[in-house]
């Protein structure tokens, strides 16, 4: 979360999730999209597309800043 928030993104969209719990809505985007390894996953998406699932922050910070 901390990579996600690190700066100021007006359009990007955080959704968390619990993989214990339903979704708490439903939408295409979110299906098939959980733990990876067992583990905490980002998934970065745009334009009804997302990157592959990162845990690890400092590919997320990549992926983040190719968005600028």
Known sequence: MRAAN???????LRILLDPEE?????????????L??????????RNYACELPVSDPAELERQLAALN
């Not at 690190?6 to 990007?12: E, S, T």
């Not at 339903?22 to 959980?34: D, H, T, V, Y």
């Open 36 to 45: 990876v390894g067992g583990g905490a996953a980002a998934y970065l998406c």
């Open 6 to 12: 690190d700066a100021f993104r007006p359009h990007l």
């Open 22 to 34: 339903p979704a708490p809505f439903a939408s295409p985007i979110l299906e098939g999209r959980g």
